[in-house]
T-cell receptor, first 114, second 109 residues
Framework: NAGVTQTPKFQVLKTGQSMTLQCAQD?????MYWYRQDPGMGLRLIYY???????DKGEVPNGYNVSRLNKREFSLRLESAAPSQTSVYFC?????????????FGDGTRLSIL | GDSVTQMEGPVTLSEEAFLTINCTYT??????LFWYVQYPGEGLQLLLK?????DKGSNKGFEATYRKETTSFHLEKGSVQVSDSAVYFC????????FGSGTQLTVLP
């Protein structure tokens, strides 16, 4: 059971470079999310997509863009990477945006920006 | 805005000890409450949840009861094992999922 798959697992970038983090889910979920995890701060929502064709900003969207390519795939793009974006990034999905539905997480992408 | 306050760690226990990790949630309305667990190098996994007052979530020997008066959802386990060593996150869902800062648990044999 694949669940939520994120690529790459690790990446090192130089300041100013761009890159796209990929996420795909095989559970036929409608909603998808991108979080970042920093030490001592839990997970913070960057962007989410309640359903195919829609995207919305979360708590910390600055410096990021997203694309909901289709129902399965939701990518996160850093246009000009900054050291403050060094973090672990998690993609998640849920059946829908309603409040009592649990989210399913990928294993994360560990991103370092020098 | 919504917030989750979770007991800070790290917490170190001996095998078979009793575990409590405190969690309270502040929000408009009554959110659903969750506990997630994160093992090293992995993503978060749902451990248990409760969607309304007085609900008790349970899984793998862990329990938590949704207390309406204080919007608390403390995680408990009567006898921890070495394999329970992980980071535990409390989370609440009113509009979006809001996470606590996580509690690192280490269980020693």
């Amino acid at each position: 059971n694949a669940g939520v798959t994120q690529t790459p697992k690790f990446q090192v970038l130089k300041t100013g470079q761009s890159m796209t983090l990929q996420c795909a889910q095989d559970m036929n979920h409608n909603s998808m999310y991108w979080y970042r995890q920093d030490p001592g701060m839990g997970l913070r929502l960057i962007y989410y997509s309640a359903s195919e064709g829609t995207t919305d900003k979360g708590e910390v969207p600055n410096g990021y863009n997203v694309s909901r390519l289709n129902k399965r795939e939701f990518s996160l793009r850093l246009e000009s990477a900054a050291p403050s974006q060094t973090s672990v990034y998690f993609c998640a999905s849920s059946e829908g945006p309603v409040r009592n539905q649990p989210q399913h997480f990928g294993d994360g992408t560990r991103l370092s920006i020098l | 805005g919504d917030s989750v306050t979770q007991m800070e760690g790290p917490v170190t226990l001996s095998e078979e000890a009793f575990l409590t990790i405190n969690c309270t949630y502040t929000a408009t309305g009554y959110p659903s409450l969750f506990w997630y667990v994160q093992y090293p190098g992995e993503g978060l996994q749902l451990l248990l949840k409760a969607t309304k007052a007085d609900d008790k979530g349970s899984n793998k020997g862990f329990e938590a009861t949704y207390r309406k008066e204080t919007t608390s959802f403390h995680l408990e386990k009567g006898s921890v094992q070495v394999s329970d060593s992980a980071v535990y996150f409390c989370a609440g869902s009113a509009r979006q999922l809001t996470f606590g800062s996580g509690t690192q648990l280490t269980v020693l044999p």
